[in-house]
C-alpha cells in the first residue's frame, strides 16, 4: 500500500488541512494554493523567554527562601490527609516569569497569479517524505513538489509548468512580528533579525535557482518570469545553544550560508535523491498491511467515511494512521536538533497553545513512545540530548527547593532549562517528571542492549533516583516511604502516596537496579529504599485500582487523566492476567472511552497491555472520528503531536509486546484485523520481528536477533503444530510451555516460525 495522504483541494486551514514535512530542526506545511502557495515554516529553537527576556527568568526556582513551606505542606498532609491544590499552589507556586514560547519562523510565498484550476491534486507521499502540488490553469499544467532534507540541512522545493517559459512567480516573507528584515540579492532572500523579548538572533536564507526565462530581485522579494522550471532551498537558524545557563551560541550567519550553498552546489535532483534515500533508511524499516488498499478518494473524505473498522478501507485508514505517527516522528526528531515538542516543529502562531512546550507530565513521554517498538530508534536521539541538558538546572532547582541531591523537572520545561515551578493549581507540582524521563533513557537500552549507550544515561538515572531517596518520607499511616506531597494529574486533592507518584518511583529503582546490575555496579541506597517503599498499588471498594493511597476513587469520575494505571503502561509493574490488571480494567471502564486525543491514545496503550484488543480498537476508532483532523493531525483540541504518536505506539502495542522479557506476538489483536502482516517491528533483546496472520492467527513468525541468550517467544500458534526453523532452514531445538517457546539464539541469526507440521 503507497502511504500517501492527498486532497482535490487547495487547503483553506492551516491547522485542519496543511500538509506538513520536516527534518528535525525545520519544519514547513505546504498549503497549496493555486493562486499563489503558503510555506509556513518554523526553526525549532526560534524560542522567546529564557536568559535575557526583558521579563526576567529564573527557570521556576524560587527566587527568595521559603524556609518550612516544603515541611509545613508535608506536615499538614501528615495530619489532614490531603490539601487542595490552591492551598498547595499558593505555599509552593510562584508566577512562571520569562518562560517564553515556540515561535513561527513566517510564511514563505510563491505568487503565481493562477486561477480556475483543473485536475488538483495536494498530497504528501510518507515513504519519501515529499509534497507535491500539481493542477492545470490557462492550458498549462503547473507542479510543485516540497521537502525537508536532513542531510542537506535545509528545506527545498521545486515549480515547473509543462511548456516551456509558462513559469512565473513572486517569491516574498511574511511574518507576524515586527522583529526583522528582509532583503533580496542575487536570487537571495534574506530574512535577518532578533527576537524583542530575549535578543535571539535569527536568520532564514532562501537561494532561487531559475531554469530558462529571468530571475530579478526587487527589494524585499525575488521575481522569476518566464522559466521553464525553479527550484530554492531555505536554511533558518538562531543564536541557540543548549548550553546551561546562558543559552547562546554563535551567531547564524555562517551556518545558513554555508547549507544554502552547499545546496545549491549539490543541485535539485542530487538534493532529493540524497533525501528519500536518508528518509527511506527510516520509513522503510516497518510495514503494516491490514488487508485494506488505499481507495481511490481523497484522504479528508476517507477520514470523514470512517466506520469504526468494519471495512477494508477503514482499515486502511487505520494503516495509514500508523505510516502517519512513523513519518511525523522522523519529521520532527532527527540527530542535532531539539526534541519534539507538543506539536513537533510545525507552529503558526507567536503564542501557541501550552507555548507548544515540553510537558513533562505525560505529552513528551507519549511522543517518544513509538521510537523504539516502531523501529526508530534514531529519533530518540534529541530526547537523550535534552533530557541530559535538565540535569544542570535541575540540580539547581533540587538543591534550592528540596534542599537534596539529584535532580529534579516539574510539569513543563522549554528549551532554557526551566526545571522549577508555576502558579497553575492543578497543573505545576510533578517533580516525578524525571524519573519518568529517564525510562525512555533505560527502554531504549533493554531494546537494543549497547551496554556504551548504558552507561552514558546511567547518571542521569541514577541521580534521579537519589533525588528520591532523599525526599520519600515515612508514611505515618504504615510507615512505608511515600512522595509528599503528590498530585495525581491534573483533578483532585493533594495528598501523600498518590499511586502515580508510588508506581514512577517505583519503575526508577528498579530501571536503575537493574541498569547498575547490567554494568556491574551496586546501588545499595536504591535497593533499600525501593524495599521501603509503597508500590501504589492497591484494590479498592469497587473492584478499582486505586488512584490515591485512600479509597477516594468516584466510579463516575471521566476525567481524561487515568495516570494511576503508570504501571500497566508504560510501566511493567502490572503483569497481564493477574488481580491487579483486572481492577486497572475496572479503572479504566470507569473513566470510559471519552478524553481528548492524547488520552484516547493512551487508552489504546492501556488496553493493548490489558490484551483487550477489540477495546483498544474502539478507542482508536474513536481517536479517528473524533479526534483527527483532516490532514490526520491529531487534536487535543487544538493540534497537538503527541495523539499523533501515542497512537502509532498502541498499534504497535497491539501486535507486539516485550515488557515482560518475553516477546508476545500478536497479544491483543482485534477482531477487525483478521488477517495482516507487519514486518520490522521491536522487541525489547534486541529482536526485530516480522509476522503474518490471518484468520486472526498468526502463521508465520520471523524473527532476527541481535544478541545471543535465551529467547522466549509467545504466540498461539505455538499450541498447535509449528516448525522453528533457523535463517538455513534447520530444525532449532526449543522447550514449550503453553504457548511459549524457550529456545537458544545468536546474535545476527534469523528464526523463523511456521505454523503446521
Known amino acids: 500500500m503507497a502511504a500517501t495522504l492527498w486532497y482535490d483541494q487547495p487547503a483553506t486551514s492551516w491547522e485542519n488541512q496543511s500538509l506538513p514535512i520536516g527534518n528535525g530542526a525545520l519544519g514547513a506545511t505546504v498549503s497549496g494554493g493555486v493562486a499563489g502557495e503558503r510555506l509556513q515554516f518554523n526553526e525549532k529553537t526560534l524560542w522567546t523567554g529564557g536568559p535575557g527576556s526583558r521579563d526576567g527568568y529564573s527557570s521556576g526556582d524560587w527566587t527568595s527562601p521559603r524556609p518550612g513551606a516544603l515541611a509545613e505542606v508535608q506536615a499538614r498532609l501528615d495530619r489532614d490527609g490531603r490539601m487542595p491544590p490552591e492551598e498547595v499552589a499558593r505555599m509552593l507556586g510562584r508566577p512562571r516569569i520569562g518562560y517564553g514560547a515556540y515561535q513561527t519562523f513566517g510564511d514563505l510565498h510563491l505568487d503565481t497569479g493562477h486561477h480556475d484550476a483543473t485536475g488538483y491534486r495536494r498530497e504528501l507521499s510518507l515513504g519519501e517524505g ?84 529571468s530571475r530579478r530581485d526587487e527589494g524585499d522579494r525575488v521575481v522569476v518570469a518566464g522559466a521553464d522550471s525553479a527550484f530554492f532551498v531555505l536554511c533558518a537558524g538562531t543564536d541557540y545553544a543548549p548550553v546551561h545557563p546562558g543559552y547562546r551560541g554563535e551567531d547564524p550567519h555562517d551556518r545558513v550560508t554555508r547549507a544554502v550553498d552547499a545546496a545549491v552546489a549539490q543541485g535539485y535532483e542530487a538534493l532529493l535523491r540524497a533525501h528519500v534515500a536518508d528518509h527511506r533508511a527510516l520509513f522503510d524499516r516497518v ?114 527547593m528540596f534542599g537534596s541531591r539529584g535532580w529534579v523537572v516539574h510539569n513543563e520545561s522549554n528549551p532554557y532549562g526551566f526545571t522549577g515551578v508555576h502558579d497553575w493549581a492543578t497543573a505545576f507540582w510533578f517533580p516525578e517528571a524525571a524519573a519518568w524521563l529517564t525510562q525512555q533513557l533505560y527502554d531504549h537500552y533493554r531494546f537494543g542492549l549497547d551496554r556504551d549507550y548504558l552507561r552514558t544515561v546511567y547518571p542521569i538515572m541514577r541521580e534521579a533516583a537519589l533525588f528520591w531517596v532523599d525526599n520519600l518520607r515515612p508514611d505515618p499511616r504504615d510507615g512505608r516511604l511515600v512522595v509528599s506531597p503528590s498530585y495525581s494529574p491534573e483533578h483532585g ?26 554494568l556491574g555496579e551496586d546501588e545499595p541506597e536504591v535497593r533499600q529504599a525501593l524495599a521501603r517503599l509503597d508500590p501504589g498499588l492497591r484494590v479498592g471498594g469497587w473492584g478499582q485500582l486505586l488512584e490515591w493511597k485512600g479509597d477516594w476513587d468516584d466510579p463516575d469520575d471521566t476525567h481524561r487523566h487515568v495516570s494511576h494505571l503508570f504501571a500497566l503502561h508504560p510501566g511493567r509493574q502490572i503483569e497481564p492476567g493477574s488481580a491487579l490488571a483486572e481492577a486497572a480494567r475496572v479503572s479504566l471502564a470507569a473513566r470510559g472511552d471519552g478524553g481528548t486525543g492524547w488520552s484516547k491514545a493512551w487508552k489504546i496503550n492501556f488496553w493493548a497491555r490489558l490484551r483487550d484488543g477489540d477495546h483498544a480498537h474502539r478507542m482508536l476508532a474513536e481517536q479517528l472520528r473524533g479526534s483527527t483532523l483532516d490532514n490526520l493531525w491529531d487534536t487535543h483540541p487544538p493540534f497537538q503531536l503527541d495523539g499523533n504518536l501515542g497512537a502509532t505506539a498502541g498499534i504497535a502495542e497491539l501486535l507486539l509486546q516485550s515488557q515482560t522479557g518475553v516477546v508476545d506476538v500478536l497479544p491483543a489483536l482485534p477482531s477487525a484485523w483478521p488477517a495482516g502482516s507487519v514486518t520490522g517491528l521491536r522487541a525489547r533483546g534486541a ?71
Request: proline share 5%; charged share 20%.
Open 493 to 518: 486533592d493533594f495528598s501523600a502516596g498518590a499511586s502515580m507518584s508510588q508506581q514512577i518511583v517505583f519503575d526508577l529503582f528498579t530501571n536503575v537496579l537493574e541498569a547498575a546490575a547490567a
Open 287 to 400: 510495514t503494516l498491511d491490514l488487508g485494506g488498499g488505499l481507495p481511490a478518494v481523497p484522504t479528508d473524505r476517507l477520514r470523514a467515511a470512517y466506520t469504526g473498522g468494519g471495512s477494508p478501507d477503514d482499515r486502511a485508514l487505520e494503516a495509514l494512521f500508523f505510516a502517519y505517527g512513523r513519518y511525523l516522528l522522523i519529521a520532527c526528531s532527527r540527530a542535532g536538533s531539539l526534541p519534539a515538542n507538543l506539536q513537533g516543529v510545525w507552529n503558526e502562531a507567536t503564542d501557541p497553545p501550552w507555548a507548544a512546550d515540553y510537558h513533562t507530565n505525560i505529552n513528551l513521554q507519549m511522543a517518544y513512545w513509538p521510537a523504539e517498538p516502531a523501529n526508530l530508534a534514531e529519533t530518540a536521539a534529541p530526547y537523550d540530548a535534552y533530557v541530559a541538558s535538565l540535569v544542570e538546572p535541575g540540580r539547581r532547582t533540587a538543591a534550592g
Open 687 to 757: 529482536v526485530t520481528v516480522d509476522v503474518t496472520w490471518s484468520g486472526g492467527t498468526a502463521s508465520e513468525i520471523v524473527l532476527r536477533t541481535g544478541s545471543t541468550g535465551p529467547l522466549l517467544v509467545r504466540n498461539s500458534m505455538l499450541t498447535g503444530p509449528y516448525r522453528l526453523l533457523d535463517d538455513a532452514g534447520e530444525r532449532v531445538g526449543h522447550t514449550r510451555s503453553g504457548s511459549t517457546i524457550t529456545f537458544a539464539a545468536g546474535a545476527g541469526r534469523g528464526y523463523r516460525i511456521v505454523a503446521g507440521a
Open 130 to 213: 515529499v509534497a507535491r502540488v500539481a493542477y492545470t490553469a490557462g492550458g498549462v499544467r503547473h507542479t510543485r513538489e516540497y521537502f525537508a532534507s536532513h542531510p542537506g540541512h535545509v528545506i527545498a522545493g521545486r515549480l515547473a509548468a509543462d511548456r516551456p517559459g509558462g513559469l512565473s512567480f513572486t517569491l516574498r516573507h511574511t511574518s507576524p512580528r515586527d522583529d526583522q528584515r528582509v532583503t533580496a540579492r542575487d536570487g537571495r532572500l534574506t530574512i535577518r533579525g532578533a527576537l524583542a523579548d530575549n535578543g535571539l538572533r535569527f536568520e532564514a536564507q532562501v537561494q532561487v535557482v531559475a531554469l530558462g526565462g
